[in-house]
């Protein structure tokens, strides 16, 4: 019966849904969005590596000039000596120079970032060889002329080739490559596959510049902690330690800066969530204004049907099954709509990811909700009007001359 009442005026009925369609449309697309965002982000935190604290040289001021992260070369080997000595949370520590260089393989070349590390950087980075091997420990302390290639570098130097010991030129220096890393993407500062990694040793003899770095020195220290709740006193124990070794005075400024790069991502990681929050709340708008156009259209059809609902009341039906009748169009309109708007909202969620390079994440429980959400629009702005409609007289109503 329903089904015909919406039918007889089905012009009406598609206009009246239209607020649910949009509604329900801009919910799955920003919710998708949302998701997808969130899923991109998790995968950049599992990228960088878990539990990781970033310890850089720099941060002092200098004759009236403030330095920044990376300024200084405040950071040696004692450093990381003491860390590992005097920290019990910091599971993982290695020390890091870096610079830029090209990399040539007979015809080919290409020009990337060198890292000199020490052997926990596997772990602090989160990085796994997925060709080859990682360095030995004999590569560490001879400053032997090895290699592993970031995916991105080995795809431009050896294209399909096999590249694990093939000889490379790393500058003017020939290296041998030992090992590939497996892809990460791209991170928060560009593609984390386009580097490649050195003992730290060999790229103090072979790599940096005589004078680009004191004797014992690296540019940066990665600690890793066996547990995210470890971070916080990992943290607050480097700065003492630092502090301690550096020799400055209560007061003055660190000549180094500690960075927590799990809080970092995980604080982009809220303002992300809330935005999205914020982006479902304004689709919800147009949930609640469509909403408003069904209890607008059902209270003109109660009082257009007014004799129909007396015949029907005249004739054995009760206000019950009156109550049901209406709420029942209501939200058949609104379920309708809520079909088409998940339809319209699947495509334009495909759409945002194919044309606006946006991350999507479509699945069962989005639309789920959007559903649930159509429904309870129908319910709740079409109980108004249907309790209006089972509560007329009958005798009033029949006598009603619409």
Do not use: C
């Not at 012009?11 to 919910?27: C, D, K, P, W």
């Not at 497996?182 to 730290?200: R, T």
């Not at 303002?271 to 708008?285: D, E, F």
């Not at 007396?310 to 009760?318: D, P, T, Y």
Request: neutral net charge.
């Amino acid at each position: 019966m329903a089904m015909f009442a919406v039918r007889g005026n089905w012009m009406r009925s598609v206009l009246t849904a239209l607020g649910v369609i949009i509604g329900i449309a801009a919910v799955i697309i920003m919710v998708s969005v949302g998701q997808g965002t969130q899923a991109e982000l998790d995968r950049t935190i599992a990228s960088l590596g878990s539990n990781r604290i970033e310890v850089w040289g720099g941060a002092s001021r200098m004759g009236g000039v403030r330095g920044g992260a990376g300024s200084q070369s405040s950071l040696t080997d004692g450093d990381i000596a003491a860390i590992r000595a005097e920290i019990p949370e910091a599971v993982y520590v290695a020390g890091q120079i870096r610079g830029g260089t090209q990399v040539v393989n007979a015809e080919q070349n290409w020009s990337t970032q060198w890292a000199g590390i020490q052997p926990d950087y596997f772990e602090t980075n989160g990085w796994e060889v997925v060709e080859g091997a990682r360095f030995g420990e004999r590569d560490y302390s001879s400053a032997a002329k090895v290699v592993i290639l970031g995916k991105t570098t080995r795809e431009k130097l050896f294209g399909d080739a096999e590249a694990v010991g093939a000889s490379v030129r790393v500058g003017r220096v020939p290296f041998t490559v030992v090992g590939v890393l497996k892809s990460k993407g791209q991170g928060p500062w560009g593609d984390q596959d386009d580097l490649i990694l050195v003992p730290l040793e060999t790229a103090r003899r072979r790599l940096s510049g005589p004078m680009s770095l004191p004797p014992g020195a690296v540019q940066s220290i990665s600690v890793g902690t066996a547990r995210a709740e470890d971070l916080p006193a990992a943290e607050r124990q480097l700065n003492d330690l630092l502090r301690q070794r550096h020799k400055i005075a209560p007061g003055a400024e660190d000549d180094f800066t500690v960075r927590n790069l799990t809080e970092m991502v995980s604080a982009r990681t809220q303002t992300t969530r809330l935005m999205s929050l914020l982006l479902g709340a304004v689709a919800s708008i147009s949930l609640v204004v469509g909403g408003i156009g069904i209890m607008n259209i059902m209270l003109v059809s109660v009082t257009e049907r007014i004799r129909e609902i007396g015949l029907r009341m005249a004739v054995g039906a009760g206000p019950r099954e009156v109550q049901l009748q209406f709420l029942a169009e209501a939200m058949l309109i609104s379920l309708a709509g809520g079909a088409i708007g998940i339809a319209l909202g699947i495509g334009g969620a495909l759409l945002a990811e194919e044309f606006g390079s946006l991350p999507v994440a479509l699945n069962l429980e989005v639309i789920l909700m959007a559903t649930g959400f159509s429904v309870a629009t129908g319910l709740f702005f079409g109980y108004y009007p249907a309790r209006k409609a089972s509560q007329l007289d009958p005798i009033e109503a029949l006598r009603h001359q619409g």
